[in-house]
């Protein structure tokens, strides 16, 4: 493998891009309009224009991704995250057209990318399920029927859903109607499936997930979890690796059955099974990624492991060269996905030019991006800048090194997700280990980073304000040898 097409932009494509350089392959972008001076652009060996600025006139047309590898001869395609790289029918057209995709096979995409085939599945190896159908429900009234077995609450889930897409939450019977054909309308709009199922709901959920590791000579591992339950719209926005709340023989459960359920599928590359944990502790199985996820980082810090380059490896044939018990856990790392958003307007995506664009450094920082300063964030996108990842011999001094990371990145132009990250890192159910998935709703408002800043401002001047009169207290204390009685009253006071 001498050559490969990145089939993606931003961060991730530059990450790509940067593990086949110390590989000694070379790299060819693609870019729409938007992106015809971005980072990704530049840093490859080779681009290819493939369309205007909307995906579904670029990124998305696997043709065009197709005939850019053959016009610049490169072998193989790594999708990256989103757009293309979890679309069985885009992974079908590599193979037929003799390249080779860095990711899983076109049926393991398949089945890990509707929830009801990957449940079935992962039943053939007992993996945990919530209690719930295993089939598509088509009748309202027997579906009712099972939603009271089940017991309420229940959710109501889009088969070929994600992103919180064709999700309900149904508290009584009496709503279970009009819930399910409204779930159902909105998977049809965006999944263009109206197949939906029912689970019982848990209602302060840990979303765990487990990162995993396939070859063709039919070893898998797992490179043991992350915690994603810092979320906004069913959509994370801090990830930490390991969890603070898994005891050591949880995680090897946990990680016996993120295997499994891999291996239910030939699985090939990386992927992640994810979990639901409940407050006792129990979990279980969600659903498969097969791809790279945003939060890979985390992963990659605490297990010393390069995963593009072990896709890259794992795509040209080769067998993992480490096991199991080679790999353990070093650390703590913690990610914050930095989006063009405003928090306390609901995290609306934000637009505009970055005036200002300066990231942390130091020890234990690592800003994966692909802006810089003066570029414009573009609408047609999703909206996230960079990912600030930090890690630390310990939990404490990892959320330590965010606080500092975040004061040190310097945004202007635009409303970022920087202030929110240093608000989770702060609060005591984060610090504590003590939150769930509805950690926003539970404590997060509109104007709580006003406040926020608002009460930093006012300590800083009271430290200010001491500082200063400190300063003028050993100024006077001494004119020509004498106590003034200036300082002898301000003491008395």
């Known amino acids: 493998m001498q050559k490969i097409l990145v089939a993606n932009r931003g961060e991730i494509a530059l990450r790509v891009m940067r593990s086949a350089r110390e590989m000694g392959i070379k790299t060819v972008a693609v870019y729409s309009d938007a992106d015809r001076n971005a980072l990704h652009v530049r840093y490859a060996d080779e681009a290819v224009h493939i369309g205007e600025s909307p995906s579904s006139q670029s990124y998305l047309v696997g043709s065009k991704i197709i005939d850019a590898c053959h016009k610049t001869g490169a072998e193989a395609i790594h999708p990256g995250y989103g757009f293309l790289s979890e679309n069985a029918a885009f992974a079908r057209k590599v193979r037929e057209a003799g390249l080779i995709l860095i990711g899983p096979s076109p049926e393991a995409m398949e089945v890990m990318g509707n929830k009801l085939s990957a449940k079935a599945a992962a039943l053939k190896y007992n993996i945990p399920m919530v209690p719930g159908t295993e089939e598509a429900i088509t009748d309202i009234n027997e579906a009712k029927l099972r939603a009271v077995e089940v017991g309420f609450p229940i959710l109501i889930k889009a088969a070929a859903g994600g992103g919180g897409k064709g999700m309900r939450i149904v508290e009584s019977a009496a709503d279970f109607e009009e819930q399910m054909q409204l779930a159902v309308s909105e998977a049809v709009s965006a999944f263009g499936d109206g197949s939906v199922f029912i689970e019982r709901y848990v209602s302060s959920p840990r979303h765990i997930e487990i990162q995993v590791l396939g070859d063709t000579h039919g070893n ?224 997060f408002t509109p104007g709580s980073l006003q406040t926020s800043n608002e009460d930093e401002a006012l300590i800083a001047a009271m430290i200010m304000e001491k500082l200063l009169s400190t300063q003028r207290l050993k100024v006077a204390e001494v004119v020509d040898g004498k106590v003034s009685d200036w300082v002898k009253n301000r003491r008395a006071v």
Request: negative net charge; hydrophobic residues 40%.
């Open 220 to 443: 898998i591992l797992h490179l043991f979890e992350r915690d994603c339950s810092v979320q906004r719209r069913h959509q994370k926005v801090i990830e930490e690796a390991p969890s603070f709340i898994l005891t050591t023989e949880i995680r090897e459960q946990m990680g016996k059955c993120a295997v499994d359920v891999a291996r239910s599928v030939n699985y090939t590359g990386a992927g992640t099974v994810e979990f639901i944990m409940d407050e006792q502790l129990n979990f279980y199985f969600l659903e498969m990624n097969t791809r790279l996820q945003v939060e890979h980082p985390v992963s990659e810090l605490i297990s010393g492991v390069d995963l593009v380059k072990e896709q890259i490896k794992i795509a040209r044939g080769e067998a993992i060269s480490f096991k199991q018990e080679d790999l353990k856990i070093n650390g703590h790392a913690i990610e914050l996905r930095v989006y063009a958003e405003d928090p306390d307007n609901n995290f609306l995506p934000d637009i505009g030019t970055l005036q200002t664009y300066i990231t942390p450094k130091g020890p234990g920082v690592r800003v994966d991006d692909g802006f810089e300063q003066g570029m414009e964030i573009p609408i047609y996108y999703d909206p996230m800048i960079a990912k600030l990842v930090t890690y630390g011999k310990d939990r404490t001094e990892a959320i330590e090194r965010m606080i500092r990371a975040i004061d040190e990145y310097h945004i202007t132009g635009i409303t970022t997700t920087l202030g929110f990250g240093k608000f989770v890192m702060q609060h005591e159910a984060f610090v504590s280990g003590n939150f769930d998935t509805h950690f926003v709703k539970k404590y």
